[in-house]
């Protein structure tokens, strides 16, 4: 057996060189102030402390939002809340941006939503009410009227919620300045009727949840028939998409019966870069702009913002861990087979792995998707939008070469139940995903109800397409 002697580390190698230790340890100033010693170093020589630090992440908020002027004064957003650290930090943005104290104040009037995944989650039901309970008890801190919900809702909602709303890029917005000129007129004269203005466009605090929304489990029948759902899907990467796409269904049809026309959501840049290389693997290059911008107007009278998203995660973890910012941490989906994974989870552990031996990894990757742009879509009609994602239509027709693979053919079922009927109707990425989702018996009700209204409207409008009038036919006989 060999053993060390001396200064050489055994077996005839090179002495070993320890780097010395420095003779005084001193702590780095902070690069704005340069009084106070720094207490972050958020990349290479970008060292704040606490004060610089909190004043540069609220600086960040707030140019985002001034930089896209997407929201106009007074008008409804609801902040979507998952407990998680981007939106706690989110959340309190947004109440010290409506805070009297503020010099600037945001104008917008917040509402929360938060919903509940615990069924799918692997949480049992006494997890299910402490996170529920948790959960009210910080958004009933707030003063924001808030609505809590559970994934199960999702299987309740309306076919019409897989249709584009009126409004989007298709009609002229009014101009920003004008609505931020009408809106200080309108408080300057509550404030000569004695109104005071004190809240931006009638915001008042609520003790309570607002539409009656109270913290219960639902019912067992509905949780055992989601729980069929995710079952029948076959890959955890089916599953993590269903569960995004109940997620923003479940969230557009609450926006929509409450009258809110923004929703706000807290993807950080870090999540920003894993969706943007996870969605390119899944075949939805086409929707990058779409799926990872600040604004996501696929809805039409919805609109999707994503101020968080010029945020490392590391910033938002130190936010919350310096000024005491209060998270509930769910479990991610649950998986069965743990050497089964997903796109989504080997994309995060590749993308986080680079970050740690190159730290500018993420950056890269969420400035690249910053120079994509939104192609515009040629029409608006329902015919011409997928059925899950909502998306415009990548497709000219099934001919393609790219997209024979994805054509299910089936020797069994019939007419709007069976897998052929809903081809048509979904994008490249979405007909992958819909091959491992299952039966289509097992789909939520209102996907079934709307695919078989949209083959409905396509097999009239086939019947009676040679009694129509094309576009060029009509401009010769117009005067």
Known sequence: MCEASGRCGGCGEAPVRRRAAPACSRPRPCVKCG???????????????????REYFVHKFRAMLGKNRVIFPGEKVLLALSGGMASSAMLRQVQEGLSRETAKRLRFVPGLIYIDEGAVCGQSLVQREQTLTRMEALLQETGFPYYLASLEQALELPGSILRRGPGGDSEPSPSYKAAVEGFIQQQRQEEANGDGGTSPAGLGTQDGPAGGSHAHLPAAARTEELLRLFDAAETLTAKEELLQMLRSHLLLHTARTQGYTKVMTG????????KLLTNLALGRGAFLAVDTGFVDSRHGDVTVVRPMRDYMAKEIAFYNHFFGVPTVITPPLHAKRREKTSIHRLMENFLLGLQVDFPSTISTVYR??????????????ELQRCLLCLCALDIAGEEELALEPTLVKEDTGNGAESRAAFIPLLCYSCRLTFKEMGPPATLPPYVRTEAQHRNCRALMKQQIQEFLLEDDEEEPGGS
Not at 35 to 53: E, K, N, T
């Open 35 to 53: 009084d106070g010693p720094a207490a972050v170093v958020i990349r290479i020589g970008d060292a704040f402390c606490r004060a610089c630090f």
């Open 368 to 381: 690249t998707g910053e120079k994509l742009s939104v192609a515009p879509a040629e029409s608006n009609g």
């Open 267 to 274: 993807e950080s840049c870090t999540r920003v870069a894993i």
